[in-house]
């Protein structure tokens, strides 16, 4: 009588699993660091959107510029295009002039430029908020841009009506 011997192979799951963690580590660093990487293109990197259509081809604008003394503005919507509840972000860039006083009164400045905001847009309704930002814009030695907040305020259409 022949016996047989079962051999059995002990098989580790740890290097199998480990390896795979390598390979799903290894992606999600690969993605986070050309999420980070600089994307830098000619046309406008911190708008999403384009600006919005105004009545006035953007003479309010301009006069938004020349009264807060700053290099430009830019606009960016929050939703996708055709939203009609979305809010839209006005930055105004490198400032001079940026609200200051009580609270009220920086708060009356920033209704008043969105309300001069809302009646120069062609399609208003689009529109159930403004975020006006004053924003400080820096450019690196190395290309790079760095932008800053230094002051803002969300205002609805219901405060914009008072």
């Not at 050309?34 to 105004?54: D, G, L, M, R």
């Not at 309010?60 to 809010?87: H, P, Q, R």
């Amino acid at each position: 009588m022949k016996t047989t011997h079962l051999y059995t192979q002990k098989i580790s799951l740890f290097p199998m699993l480990f390896h795979g963690f390598r390979r799903y580590f290894f992606l999600v660093i690969s993605v986070f660091f050309y999420n980070c990487s600089n994307h830098t293109s000619k046309s406008n990197e911190w708008a999403k959107n384009k600006p919005p259509q105004f009545l006035d081809n953007s003479k309010t604008s301009d006069s938004l510029k020349v009264a807060y003394s700053c290099e430009g503005i830019e606009y960016e919507n929050w939703a996708e295009e055709d939203a009609k509840d979305s809010c839209l972000t006005v930055s105004l860039i490198n400032s001079n002039k940026i609200p200051s006083g009580n609270i009220d009164t920086i708060g009356e400045q920033f209704r008043r430029i969105a309300l001069s905001i809302q009646k120069s847009l062609v399609k208003p309704q689009a529109y159930r908020s403004y975020n006006i930002i004053f924003v400080k814009k820096i450019t690196e030695p190395d290309g790079s841009i760095i932008k800053v907040h230094s002051s803002g305020m969300e205002i609805s259409n219901r405060n914009l009506s008072k």
